[in-house]
Structure formats: structure tokens, C-alpha cells
């Protein structure tokens, strides 16, 4: 990949950082971020080649789809490819 491919470094600073209302949670884990959307704690957990995102409650189904294709469009721009994710409950 060329610098001029390479991903801007504030796309990977906004990866866990949605186009929407939220709280950061701090933590010490290095692979696992934490944010409070509605009351309700979000984690990001990047796990080698996967990255889980667990909604800890009940969410609006819309704000369900604008986390999930939030994160889609980002982590989409920094990989260069295309996105998949599947919904467990």
C-alpha cells in the first residue's frame, strides 16, 4: 500500500466513534473499547482478523443499523474492501 493509499489516521481514530449521540467508557484493554449509547453499553472487540460489536441491551432497531453500517462505511475505508457482518441475539 502507498502513503497515498494508506488510510487517513483519522479514519481509524473515528472507527468506534459513531455519527451519533454516545459516552466514552475508559479501559485498559488494549483490543476492546466501550461506549454508552442511550444508556446502553456498546463494545468493540478486535479480535485478529474479526471485530465484534456487542450491543449490551435493548437499542432502537435504527440505531442498531446506523451503528452497524456506521462502523461498516469506516472500517471499509481502512481495509479497502467490502464489509460483511452477521447478527447474533
Known amino acids: 500500500m502507498t502513503p497515498k493509499e494508506t488510510p487517513k ?9 459513531p455519527a ?3 459516552e466514552e467508557v475508559p479501559g485498559e484493554d488494549f483490543d476492546v473499547f466501550r461506549i454508552i449509547v442511550d444508556g446502553v453499553p456498546v463494545r468493540y472487540h478486535e479480535k485478529g482478523e474479526h471485530l465484534v460489536m456487542t450491543i449490551e441491551g435493548n437499542l432502537p432497531s435504527q440505531v442498531i443499523e446506523n ?3 456506521d462502523l461498516k462505511s469506516k472500517l471499509g475505508k ?7 457482518t452477521r447478527v447474533y441475539q
Open 9 to 17: 489516521p483519522e479514519v481509524f481514530a473515528s472507527l468506534y466513534r
Open 20 to 22: 451519533l449521540e454516545f
Open 67 to 69: 451503528l452497524t453500517e
Open 78 to 84: 481502512v481495509l479497502k474492501s467490502e464489509i460483511k
